[in-house]
């Protein structure tokens, strides 16, 4: 059985709209509409969507504060909505622009009233305080204040509270918004460790397309409050009807190459720009065009994943 | 089971702990409102005095229980968070930007929670806006001291007031479930529990009809309660029918508290996000 299943999931919510001095008309607006998905244990999935997809309605189900219109939704075999505070003690959340811990207090007393939410056992308490605090390099902010510590600090502080009861399942939304890059990327090296080593699942919600690219396997792209798009990165790039690019650089500069299965895009003197379906090889063409011209040098581009999921959402 | 009621009541503990070192950060402020309580009292005082020089009485009280009424009213203004100051605002705070949902996904009772925080905090605001003013009043004014009953039972009424006066609280800011933000009803709420109090004036000297009106309400909890029996004039049986009266509050207004969060989790989209 899958860790997360969900089937038909679906959210309304009621929009009232001043129409006139006394008049309001509702307008119901389906923010998730007939989602279904499952997540195995052990999985890094992304979830991405445009602004107002349905994302973070979605994540609110899943861990209960929302009750669903309509559709079901399993996680580690509980009904979130129903079983809110049991399922609480499994999993962890990270919202990138809230925080869970205690504005006024240090660091240090936020663990330790963590601590006794989820009646953490004292070893367990000790082994994750010592493991995260070493490797989000929390040492000396934990005599801190909370409201003096910056945003990238406060991140791991807030990561490190979420894992302290070791949840199994982490959701994370937004959790590189606002951080510098080397913030970022010493985040991902710790979600991606946290991945291996224990097994934590993680689903994250991001608008940062390199979050996605460095941690998951798997993207699930919504929109409109329904799933586009569910595999691994991939075959997001074939299915996105996007094109790789073959950039080919002549001895002699010629007129545009002329070859089945690619089109030229650009041509710059000796520099060519031939664009080609993601799903095929490059082979057959290098050959191609090998036979027909000198070539001084070549070089393959991926499409870049922001262009691919612009395409999926113009579709 | 015993092990799981006494975790859960070190929960509570270690919250309401670390809800009073939090205000205890704030020391400036505690000692501008120390200054503010005092100067009102003393102005309140002559007022008084000036009240029942014309009707020695009033209300039942003497002159000096009078004065001794109104540094017991400013010792518990803050304590009951009669205004403002209490875990409710941050409540109230937390539903309009939506971080509520952090409360909601933890595997505590958020009403319990709350609580908790709130008696932290009343424990704070009653050892320093509440002793300090009152101490000022008794240098200047001479106070009625209690009987050693009279006191004891003044702690747990004043304790019961906390407790009733955050469920009235938590009512009106769990409205901006629906209301999106609650700042009309605190304007309303704040109104209600000036008169209704007494801190303005003893609930006593209200006329017939609207007096036992105002006795009944929870609001009597908050300082008429407390300043009768520390004044000597609830004792033995009366005094445990006062006390009686604010459990019966306590109790009814947490249960619609609950009622009313189960409902609103239920039902109501958490904003933002």
């Keep these: 059985m899958a860790l997360i299943e969900v089937r038909d999931l679906s959210r309304d919510f009621t929009i009232r709209k001043k ?10 607006k389906h923010a998730v509409h007939d989602l279904s998905f499952e997540i195995d244990a052990g999985e890094m999935v992304g979830y991405i969507g445009p602004n107002g997809a349905g994302k973070s309605t979605t994540i609110k189900m899943l861990t209960g504060i929302l009750v669903p219109s ?16 049991e399922l609480a003690r499994r999993i962890g959340v990270v ?28 070893q367990t308490f000790r082994r994750n305080l010592e493991d995260h605090v070493a490797l989000l390099d929390l040492g000396e902010l934990l005599d ?12 791991r502080g807030d990561i490190a509270a979420a894992l302290l009861h070791d949840p ?18 010493r985040l991902r090296e710790f979600l991606r460790a946290l991945n291996h080593e224990r097994g934590t699942t993680l689903m994250l919600t991001t608008h940062d397309l390199q979050d996605i690219e460095a941690l998951c396997d798997r993207v699930i792209v919504i929109d409109h409050g329904t799933a586009v798009f569910d595999g691994p990165l991939s075959s997001l790039r074939v299915n996105g009807g996007s094109s790789r690019t073959l950039v080919v650089d002549l001895v002699d500069e010629a007129a545009p190459i002329d070859i089945d299965g690619a089109r030229v895009m650009k041509v710059e003197g000796p520099r060519q720009w031939l664009a080609f379906p993601a799903g095929a090889s490059a082979a057959p063409l290098v050959a191609q065009v090998a036979a027909a011209y000198d070539i001084a040098d070549l070089s393959i581009h991926e499409p870049d994943i922001e262009d691919v999921i612009r395409q999926l959402y113009s579709r | 089971m015993s092990g799981a009621l006494h975790s859960q009541l070190s929960l509570y503990a270690a919250i309401a702990t670390s809800s009073f070192r939090r205000y205890s ?3 400036a402020a505690t000692l501008a409102g120390i200054f503010t309580n005092s100067v009102f009292g003393i102005i309140l005082s002559f007022a008084y005095l000036a009240l029942w020089e014309q009707n020695p009485t009033a209300g039942g009280y003497e002159a000096d229980q009078a004065v001794t009424f109104v540094w017991i009213g400013q010792a518990l203004l803050m304590t009951v968070a009669l205004w403002s100051g209490g875990s409710t605002d941050e409540l109230a ?44 009043g008794a240098l200047l004014f001479g106070l009625v001291s209690p009987s050693p009953a009279g006191a004891a039972g003044f702690l747990v009424s004043v304790v019961l007031a906390v407790v009733v006066s955050f469920a009235v609280r938590f009512l009106f800011a769990a409205s901006a479930f629906w209301l999106l933000d609650a700042t009309g009803p605190r304007v309303l709420l704040s109104v209600l529990t000036t008169f209704f109090s007494g801190l303005t004036l003893p609930l006593t000297l209200f006329p017939d009809g609207l007096r036992q009106v105002a006795l009944a309400l929870p609001f009597a909890s908050y300082i008429q309660t407390p300043a009768d029996i520390w004044l000597g004039r609830h004792t033995g049986l009366d005094m445990l029918a006062a006390i009686g009266l604010q459990v019966v509050w306590a109790v009814v207004l947490l249960g619609v508290c609950a009622l009313v969060l189960r409902a609103a989790t239920r039902k109501v989209v958490v904003q933002g996000g």
Excluded: N
């Design chain 1, 19 to 28: 129409t006139g001095p006394l008049r309001r008309t509702s307008v119901v």
């Design chain 2, 25 to 27: 950060t704030y020391t």
């Design chain 1, 144 to 155: 801190t204040p909370v409201r003096q510590l910056s945003l990238g600090q406060r991140m």
């Design chain 1, 95 to 122: 919202f990138g622009q809230r925080t869970s811990l205690w504005w006024d207090l240090p660091l240090r007393d936020s663990f330790e009233l963590l601590r006794r939410i989820y009646r953490i056992p004292d």
């Design chain 1, 70 to 85: 309509g559709g079901s939704a399993r996680v580690a075999g509980l009904e979130p909505s129903r079983q809110r505070r």
């Design chain 1, 168 to 185: 199994e399942i982490l959701y994370l939304d937004e959790p590189t918004i606002g951080l510098d890059v080397i913030s970022k990327g």
């Design chain 2, 93 to 136: 705070e937390r539903i309009r930007t939506g971080d509520i949902a952090v409360d909601l996904y933890r595997p505590v009772s958020v009403l319990g929670w709350y609580l908790a925080a709130d008696l932290g905090r009343g424990l704070y605001h009653f050892t320093t806006r509440g002793v300090a003013p009152a101490i000022v």
